[in-house]
């Protein structure tokens, strides 16, 4: 049986006079019921790996990106190989492909972490460093017109899967990752990051080892474009080389994630017991993951199932925001102010990364018309484990149509061509408030104009 949010009213400061009473200056308090449910929100949780040669396909499928959305996956990790272009331009077919693959993904309602590479084992050839550069520029519109379902993208390019190591062409320097790296962030839009593949690599790049600060975060500098990814997360004493100085490093990453995202997969153990569900959830929290390979490493994988720990990891991995309490105006005017003051909390590994609104919308109950009342909140700075408000106090329109109104908290993306769309607006962790047809949080409160 589902449960209702309990609603008190509290007349602060309230005299028995026949002044009249402004109804915003008196508060209801509503106390909201969390809940166990799993669901799929944008840019986080397991994600699918799908791989192409690019320009040669298999294409992509929006039906089946639908069926991911039913078990609660909205990320798809495509690779896209270049075995074809390691000594020529992209071709035209090759770039309409891609091209079309980020339709199919915005059509699915998904998201995509994306990567290239040349190379699919350790004994084949990359390309050389000049065909690199001139790939990434010749992405470089694709990547601006395709931003909005571009999570994040994977630096690639170098060695085997594109994981910088392996590399035919001597890439694997100092130098070449460096201009690789230069490369991608010049030709991505400012708002996405680029992951790397350890953090040594980004400490390279950026001359330092001290972590992202706060007042760096979403600057657009390359400090806080540049990401991470453990492709060999839990799999021995350093994960298959991904730490020098393991828990420097971990230190290091705890700090740094809570401003850029970590995702990555698991691999068969070596030298250690697999990872069981107890420390795969603390390892992941710590680190302050958002995503993870459901298909690899089955084996590691498979013993959460097992142990009884794969609903809390869906359920935790990534950011979980769950309504606490708000406090709001019991009635509203035409030209009057309304006032909330809404509490909330993020029990999941990471926060979001990537920049969405959140605005309170007043939608009238017959007519559908909306009051959309702006914040100043940033999701991205609502960090794991703490509450944090969002606090309103808005002027209404003089001419508002009398009825009835509901007042509903949305968290759509930031981007306008997703602006609206529910697929990619976040779903509170809440009994009973998501609206699935607007992507809209029923916050409880009516209001009779």
């Not at 035409?334 to 590994?349: D, H, K, Q, S, Y």
Request: glycine residues 6%.
């Amino acid at each position: 049986m589902k449960q209702f949010p309990i609603i008190l009213i509290a007349l602060f400061g309230l005299t028995m006079c026949s002044t009249p009473v402004d109804p915003s200056e008196v508060r209801t308090t509503v106390d909201y019921i969390a809940s166990n449910d799993l669901f799929p929100n944008p840019e986080r949780g397991f994600y699918k790996h799908s791989e192409c040669q690019m320009g040669f396909g298999p294409s992509l499928s929006e039906a089946t990106l639908r069926q991911h959305r039913e078990r609660n996956i909205t990320l798809l990790l495509r690779s896209f190989y270049l075995k074809n272009f390691r000594n020529a331009p992209l071709s035209a077919q090759a770039l309409t492909a891609f091209d079309n693959d980020m339709a199919v993904v915005r059509r699915g309602g998904a998201k995509c972490i994306v990567r290239f590479a040349y190379s699919s084992a350790a004994d084949e050839p990359d390309a050389p460093l000049s065909v690199v550069v001139q790939h990434i520029g010749q992405l470089k519109p694709l990547f601006e017109k395709n931003a909005d379902v571009i999570a994040v993208v994977q630096a690639g390019f170098i060695g085997a899967w594109g994981e910088w190591h392996f590399s035919s062409n001597g890439l694997n320097t100092a130098s070449a990752r460096h201009q690789v790296l230069s490369s991608l962030l010049e030709a991505l839009p400012a708002s996405r990051t680029v992951q790397v593949r350890t953090p040594a690599y980004k400490q390279e790049f950026c001359q330092r080892t001290t972590p992202l600060t706060q007042e760096e975060a979403f600057s657009g500098q390359p400090v806080a474009r540049i990401a991470h990814h453990n492709d060999c997360f839990l799999a021995s004493a350093n994960d298959y080389g991904t730490y020098i100085d393991v828990e420097a490093d971990k230190t290091y990453l705890s700090r740094e994630c809570l401003f850029v995202p970590i995702g990555g997969e698991t691999c068969p153990p070596s030298g250690i017991d697999p990872a069981d569900g107890p420390r795969a959830c603390d390892e992941m929290r710590r680190l302050r993951f958002s995503f993870l390979n459901e298909d690899y490493y089955r084996g590691v994988n498979d013993g959460w199932v097992a142990g009884g720990y794969m609903d809390k990891i869906i359920r935790e991995m990534g950011y979980r925001l769950v309504l606490i309490r708000g406090e709001y105006s019991t009635g509203i005017v035409p030209g009057g102010t309304i006032a909330a003051r809404i509490t909330l909390r993020n029990v999941g590994f990471a926060p979001p990364y990537n920049a969405r609104k959140a605005e309170l919308i007043l939608k009238h109950t017959v007519s559908g018309e909306r009051i959309i009342l702006p914040t100043d909140a940033d999701p991205r700075r609502w960090v794991p484990n703490a509450e944090r408000e969002i606090n309103v106090s808005a002027t209404l329109p003089a001419n508002m149509p009398a009825g009835e109104y509901v007042l509903y908290l949305h968290l759509p993306d930031a981007v306008e061509t997703l602006y609206g769309n529910p697929d990619y607006s976040i779903r509170l962790a809440n009994e009973s408030v998501w609206e699935a047809e607007t992507g809209y949080n029923n916050l409880f409160m009516n209001y009779e104009l």
